[in-house]
């Protein structure tokens, strides 16, 4: 089993930005695709981004297309979501996922969860 724990989250004003990291511990995470979602108050969770094993692949929300950038440390077991641009709308409680993917391609359902990070954009 993998546990993802997240780290990064705060205020920050629009405009500004902030680094979300992950870190995954437990069986052979280096094997395990990652992802992050968020979730506003009163809305569904969302996929944000996500990174497969390797990290020579990644796929983006449409919200976070040109805005965001998701990582892998050089240790694989480690994942980090860079956001610039924020904005108001952004503001949510970010959430680090893994999935056992060794496969081609990053997936978008994921099996394990962190607690979640949050982040609040001010206008």
């Known amino acids: 089993q993998v546990q993802p724990v997240e780290s990064g989250g705060g205020l920050v004003q629009a405009g500004g930005s902030l680094r979300l990291s992950c870190a995954a511990s437990?069986?052979?995470?280096?094997?395990?695709?990652m992802g992050w979602f968020r979730q506003a108050p009163g809305k569904e969770r969302e996929f944000v981004a996500g990174?497969?094993?390797?990290?020579?692949?990644?796929t983006y929300a449409d919200s976070a297309k040109g805005r965001f950038a998701i990582s892998r440390g050089n240790a694989k077991n480690t994942v980090y979501l860079q956001m610039n641009s924020l904005k108001p709308e952004d503001t949510a409680v970010y959430y680090c996922?893994?999935?056992?993917?060794?496969?081609?391609?990053?997936?978008?359902?994921?099996?394990?969860w962190g607690q979640g990070t949050q982040v609040t954009v001010s206008s």
């Open positions: 437990g069986r052979t995470p280096s094997s395990y695709a």
């Open positions: 990174i497969n094993w390797s990290g020579d692949s990644t």
């Open positions: 996922a893994a999935v056992f993917f060794p496969g081609v391609g990053v997936p978008r359902k994921y099996d394990y």
